[in-house]
């Protein structure tokens, strides 16, 4: 029973810390050299899109 016991608080620390780093993950944002490229890539497809 205290492996169990043992073994459960054990996932439940992992489950916070999963939960935690998704959080901060979702916070961080789209950094700005990411934003350029996929503007620059919708430029692209505008471009082929009025050439056809």
Same mark, same amino acid.
Do not use: C, H, T, W
């Given at each position: 029973?205290?492996?169990?016991?043992?073994?459960? @608080?054990?996932?439940? #620390?992992?489950?916070?810390?999963? @939960?935690? #780093?998704?959080?901060?993950?979702?916070?961080?944002? #789209?950094?700005?050299?990411?934003?350029?490229?996929?503007?620059?890539?919708?430029?692209?497809?505008?471009?082929?899109?009025?050439?056809?």
């Amino acid at each position: 029973m205290a492996q169990s016991s043992a073994k459960q @608080k054990r996932e439940s #620390v992992i489950d916070e810390n999963l @939960k935690r #780093v998704y959080e901060e993950a979702l916070d961080e944002g #789209v950094p700005d050299r990411f934003r350029d490229l996929l503007d620059a890539l919708k430029q692209q497809d505008a471009s082929k899109g009025s050439a056809k």
